[in-house]
């Protein structure tokens, strides 16, 4: 069985950290932003650029750093209908050895989450896409898309309305 290549893979071989770090800008060809719309489920990723940093730490951990902003239009939850959205975010992971547990860490809750170091390189744009992945918006919606009169026996509908008409009362 063959694991597909990831659709934004942008892989930095460990080597290329001897001096210590390395940093490179990042941004998705067309053919890249239509293969990742479609893993996750958007109308269109119009853009999605990343500027990454990678440093060698002590016992053979690899930081990296990363700072992306992306233009996507999702479908409305309520009426299917497009919901552009835009996302810039900072991110950091902390490479390691397979057998360096992430409690030998000691991450505090600002501190990059560990990720098992898989071969000779780390795959920047892979990283990104899935840090894209985890910031997306979960229930999309139009401002002006309401949702009906006794959508609260519903529990996914009540829970998609915004919280002054979960209450029974008009927004402001």
Not at 34 to 50: E, I, N, P, S
Not at 107 to 134: H, K, R, Y
Not at 156 to 165: D, G, H, I, R, S
Request: net charge negative.
């Amino acid at each position: 069985m063959t694991v597909p290549a990831a659709e934004f893979s942008r892989l930095v071989p460990l080597v290329r950290l001897a001096s210590g770090s390395y940093r490179r800008r990042i941004a998705a060809r067309p053919a890249e932003r239509v293969a990742l719309a479609t893993r996750f489920g958007l109308l269109a990723l119009d853009r999605l650029a990343a500027d990454i940093v990678l440093r060698r730490e002590s016992g053979g951990i690899v930081l990296l750093e990363a700072a992306f902003e992306a233009a996507f239009v999702q479908s409305c939850v309520v009426t299917l209908e497009p919901v552009r959205g835009t996302i810039s975010e900072r991110f950091a992971l902390r490479y390691g050895p397979p057998g360096v547990a992430e409690a030998d860490m000691t991450p505090s809750a600002n501190e990059a989450v560990f990720e098992p170091l898989a071969g000779d390189a780390i795959d920047i744009g892979e990283a990104v896409a899935q840090e894209l992945c985890l910031q997306l918006p979960p229930f999309p919606r139009l401002a002006a898309a309401a949702i009906e009169a006794g959508a609260e026996a519903d529990p996914l509908l009540a829970a998609l309305a915004p919280p002054a008409e979960r209450r029974g009362r008009s927004p402001r």
